[in-house]
Structures are given as structure tokens and as C-alpha cells.
């Protein structure tokens, strides 16, 4: 491995549109780029982490990568390369003096997988230029790939797994670590034997009154509980909701899932979480919030999307794949999502970024909806000082690019807004979106909210079609129009949205 550092310095085209401290922001170029972490900084600019890699797809080809931007339009990114080890970067956190420290992952040639994979650690001062950087395994393993990082008080606490080589399993590991990089408690469940690194905690909580760590598994949909020496204690199943009615499991949990302290001893929990009715016949996921406390007890779940009876199911609702939620307040938890979640590598239709509010007792305050113009995957959000909050997210356009997520960023007010004289033409506040276009026989018009009536008119003001919608995809037959360009009003309590539709 070479010691030698490459940094490039990019300015990326970018759309920023500002107004009472909001925008949106897309940096765009032909990568595959993806986003990890976002904090705001005590200079009020937002710095994001993650990575780029060729469109190949090729771990050889990760760097890590930093944004930097702010309301006043100036943005900055910056890729890190390290010799021919590949690298990623996996979470951010910003020091006193205003240095900043980033955790990654590492990846050594030849083959760029589990062989001596070391945990990258890197400080930066406060123009993100490197001071210095360590790479760090656990003493008799070869390989450390981390899943997550929780800083209490002056310690970094880390989940991960560890193998000793390239042929052996791996075992979930624990450990603390100070800001120079020196290991303390250490603990490796060498009870546990995984054939590949799935023990992927996507969250952890510390309690500071008896020291336990609660992790969150999507691997094994479980909060894992450990003691302050890290000790194994036990795993705890996320509890199920059974509907007598319909002899059907109603809400189980199933990963993605992002935890904060609520009060002293309950804990807020979004989820990915699954319905099920008639028996297992229809299937749901949805974005789902319950309070619980330590004992794991189920409170009643408040899901975004429809209030599905029988029959009646909404179509996918994920949270955000790291970060789906966050608050200053417990009167206002601001969460995001993706709606039209699609499980595949490049898909072929739209989606929307679902942005919105609860109150304390969990009831949504307001869901706002944008995009419907490309594919979009939530990824990560946080709460802003001037009681917004931005939405980190990954944009791919499957009509004009090639194998290739740009990243692109939401700056919402408390209402969550774009405020502005203008739409925005990228990810533009929007509750549906018609494909193809041009249509001949019939098209499909994706709905983000629960219900909407649709009307089709000439462009001389005449009704040619009405129609009830249903959140999900509706299907429009157009056989009998004449060839030209209509008009689809799409009409709901809260929005009122016009789009051309041409027929040929």
C-alpha cells in the first residue's frame, strides 16, 4: 500500500435556489456517488461524507468523498485516494477548534475484499484539508469493517465485525476509541460466527445511567444489549403487533432502523416495517415510529401512508437508509423517506422523497412530497439551527444517465418548504408524475398521497376524462384522444398540481 495522499479539489456544477435559508443543491458529473453522514457545523455550513466509484462499480475504484456547501450558494467537494487502496467514507463529526473527524472503510489490493481491511480514521482543520490519517485493525485480526459510530462524551464507540484472514468468519466487534486513534475496551463475540460481514447494526444508543449499549440489527430485526465492559448480555426480538381479526401479524419490524433518546428511558424508533393481511396474501412496507422503553414493550405504531383496512394496502414506503429522523425538540421530529422504493440497482421508474413532521405524540403534522422527475433514495437528514433541516438523498435519472447516482441535497424550512418565487426544476415539490410521456394506448400516473381526483382537459378547456386515484400507480387509458398535448389536473385537500401529458 502506498503512504502518499491524493486530494482533489472539485467545484461541481450545481442548482441552488435560496429564499428564507432553503434550496436545493445537485452535484452532478458521470460517478456513481453516494452519500453516508451530514452534520451541520458550528459555522452553520452542512459537510456530508460518503463516496465515488467509476459506474463499473468496482470496490477498487472507491474514494472517499466530502461536500461542503451552505445557504450562501458556495460549494465545495473533495476526493480522498490513497495509493491504490481503496477507501470509503462512513461517518463525520466535527471537533473543538473546528476540526473535523471522519471514519471510513479501507480496501486492499489485489482483490479490494477481506484482506487486511483496516478502519480509516482522518482528521481534517476547518478548509477540510487532512492533518493526518491512521489506518487501525484490532490486534490479531486482519480485518475491521465498521457499520457504525456513536460518540458519548470524549469516545467514539464503534460497531463492527472482525476476521483474523481472508478465510475466516467474522465475529461482531465492539470497542472504544479516542479522537488520536488509540483503542480502549474491546470486546469480539467470538460466539457469534458470520460467513459474511451481515451484522450490520444501523444504529446504537449508550445509556448513560447503567452504561448498556443497545444496538439496532437490521440483520436480525433485534436490538442487541451489551454492558459497559461490552459484554454479550442478550438479544432482544423487536415486538410484533398481532390482528385478531384477520389472524395476521400487523406491524413487524424489518431493519433500516434509526433510534434517539426520547426522555430518560424511552427511545424513539423508526423503522422499516411490514403488514401483513389475509393471511400473507398482500404485503406492505411502510415507514412506521413507536416509542419504546427498555423492557422493548410495543406502543401503538404510527405509520406514514395510508391507514390500509382490508383490501387496502399503500404502495412502498422506506425510511431513509442511515438517518430517517431527528429532532431538538420533541415537539417537532422531522423524518424522510423514500416513497416508491424500488430494490434494484437502476430503476426504471420515479420515486419521491417523502419529507415531514410529528408531534410528541407521534402524530404526523405534515407530509410533503418531491421529485416524481428521476428515481430518488432518501438517505440521511438533519435537524438545522434555524429550525429546518436538510435531507441528503441520491438522484438517478433513468432517461439520460448511465449507471450513475448523483448526490443532491434538500434545505427545507420547519414547514418543510422550498420557499421561493420559482420551481425548481430538479426534485420540485410535486405529489405525482405521469410515464411515459409521450403516451399512446394508456399511461401510468404515480400518486405520492393517499387519494386524488384526476381531470384531463384540451388545451381549449375541455374535459376529456375524470378519474378517482389511489396512492401508487394508476393506470390511464387514452385510446380514444385524439393525438395532441392535455392537461392532468390532480386535485387533493392540500395541493392542487397541473402537468402536460402528450398523446401520439
Known sequence: ??????????????????????????????????????????????????????????????????????????????????????????????????????????????????????????????????????????????NLCISHVERYESLYYISGVVSENSLAPFHPCHFTLTAGGEIQKCSIATEIVLDKPDYTPNDCLIDPRSGRMFTFCDAYDAINVYDSAFSFLGKKTFPESFNPNTADIDVFYAGWTTARWLTDSTFLVASLHHRTQNQMSIWDDYLGFSELDTTYSLVPVTHIGNSPGMGELDTVDYPAVRDSFDFRTTDSIFFTGTHNMISWFWPQEPSFIMAGMLNRELQPQYVRYYGGDAYYMARNMVCTSDGGFVIAATRYDYLTQNYENDVFFLKLNPEGQIVGTSKPDVCPESIFNLYPNPASEAFTLLLAPPKAEMQLFSLQGQTVHTQTLTRGENRITCQSLKPGTYLCKVITPQFTETKKIVIR
Not at 49 to 72: D, P, Y
Not at 91 to 102: A, N, W
Not at 103 to 130: A, C, H, I, Q, V
Request: proline share 3%.
Open 1 to 142: 500500500m502506498k503512504k502518499q495522499l491524493f486530494v482533489s479539489v472539485l467545484f461541481l456544477s450545481s442548482l441552488f435556489l435560496s429564499a428564507q435559508n432553503t434550496y436545493s443543491i445537485l452535484f452532478q458529473n458521470n460517478l456513481d456517488e453516494w452519500v453516508t453522514d451530514l452534520i451541520e457545523t458550528s459555522k452553520k455550513k452542512i459537510i456530508a461524507v460518503g463516496f465515488e466509484r467509476q459506474a463499473t462499480a468496482l470496490l477498487g475504484s472507491h474514494k472517499g468523498k466530502i461536500w461542503q456547501f451552505s445557504s450562501l450558494g458556495d460549494t465545495l467537494t473533495k476526493t480522498f485516494a490513497y495509493g491504490d487502496t481503496a477507501c470509503l467514507f462512513h461517518q463525520l463529526f466535527e471537533l473543538p477548534g473546528q476540526e473535523y473527524l471522519v471514519f471510513g472503510n479501507t480496501f486492499l489490493p489485489p482483490n479490494y475484499s477481506r484482506l487486511k481491511e483496516p478502519l480509516l480514521l482522518l482528521r481534517l482543520d476547518s478548509t477540510l484539508n487532512e492533518l493526518e490519517h491512521r489506518m487501525i485493525l484490532i490486534e490479531g485480526y486482519d
